[in-house]
């Protein structure tokens, strides 16, 4: 049998197991999919049993996606840009890691018809998924990314892997087209970020990277104001599909039962 895991820390929250676990049964694979809590001291092991094909194949999440690369043999263009490493698998014995998120975000936007051809986006936040959400609004022909973070020097940091960012100071946000949410705000039901909505009459679109809760205030505040608005589990579908099409062949379906899966 199979193994596949999602390693992280924390990780008890993760539902890749399910989405994997009904695609893994719904092909007949013989196969598993598990979670598991790793530190950083465990990963040199973990790959180890990657090489030995103990374990057949890994979703990597927070706080381990650049952490895991010097484990790998070979990053793919995606990954190298993004210094981000979501999945990985074993190929002609050479332990490879590649990243799906971005394919997870550009296929979330473009399922609910937003083309960012030509606009100027703000993200919030400077987080582990940040890199894949700006390659794909670039690979889609986005005009501009601003970029807001409560410690400035992670956002500055970005500009060492993407250099036309600009960074703007929280209190000097105003006039976007599109806003992501990619900070932890909003996990809790109560958290809301501190910003004022008034401000931003002609943004058309609120993206919110969190999906569980289904509604955070940043989603509902955008709502209020009547403009489009979607939450993150379109891209956390899509990414776990490549990632199945990677390891098994298979484009897995997506349907309403398997989104269902992660109403919890
Ligand atoms: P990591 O930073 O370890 O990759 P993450 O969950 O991917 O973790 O990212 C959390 C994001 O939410 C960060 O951008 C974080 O800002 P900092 O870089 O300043 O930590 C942001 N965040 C979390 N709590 C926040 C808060 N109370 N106010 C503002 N930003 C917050």
Not at 1 to 11: A, C, F, Q
Not at 235 to 252: L, R
Request: contains cysteine.
């Amino acid at each position: 049998m199979k193994e596949y895991l999602v390693i992280g820390n924390p990780i008890t929250h993760s539902l890749s197991p399910e989405l994997h676990n009904y695609w893994i049964k719904e092909n007949g694979i013989n196969g598993i999919y598990d979670k598991k809590k790793l530190n950083k001291n465990d990963l040199k092991e973990f790959f180890l049993k990657i090489r030995n094909k103990e374990i057949n194949g890994a979703n990597i999440t927070v706080p381990f996606k650049k952490d895991v690369i010097p484990y790998l043999d070979q990053l793919s263009f995606e990954s190298e840009k993004t210094q981000s490493v979501n999945t990985v698998y074993l190929k002609n014995d050479k332990i490879i890691g590649h990243n799906t998120d971005i394919d997870g975000f550009e296929l979330a936007i473009k399922d609910v018809n937003y083309d960012v051809k030509g606009k100027k986006v703000l993200i919030l936040g400077a987080g582990g998924v940040v890199p894949s959400v700006i390659l794909a609004l670039y690979k889609m022909g986005v005009l501009s990314i601003s970029i807001s973070n409560r410690t400035k020097t992670k956002a500055e940091n970005l500009k060492n892997l993407f250099k036309d960012l600009e960074v703007v100071d929280w209190n000097e946000i105003s006039n976007f087209d599109m806003i992501i949410n990619a900070t932890s705000i909003g996990l809790k039901k109560e958290d809301r970020l501190n910003l004022d909505f008034s401000k931003f009459q002609n943004c058309e679109f609120f993206y919110d990277v969190i999906y569980n809760p289904k509604e955070t205030n940043f989603i509902k505040d955008g709502k209020n104001l009547g403009k489009k608005t979607e939450n993150g589990k379109k891209m956390f579908i899509y990414q776990a599909a490549k990632a199945f099409k990677i390891w098994h062949g298979i484009e897995p379906k997506i349907n309403e039962q398997v989104i269902g899966l992660l109403d919890k």
